[in-house]
């Protein structure tokens, strides 16, 4: 299924990242402390995906909140 629906596979790499830093930025952004390292996670893949050039991307975080 994936392969007759996916075109153009990119790998999103992380290397060493200023995890306080990033924290920093999230709170500023969000206005609320950060809460998990899903979170941290998904915000720097969020913004590896926004420099592609992309203006969506689909995934689960966040199911658990909808759920709840």
Known sequence: MLES???DWQKVGIERPDVLGIVSEMIA???EPVATATSL???VLCKKVSKSGFTG???GLGGDELNA
């Open 41 to 43: 996670s998904h915000w």
């Open 57 to 59: 991307i689909v995934g």
């Open 5 to 7: 629906n996916v075109s």
């Open 29 to 31: 952004s969000y206005d």
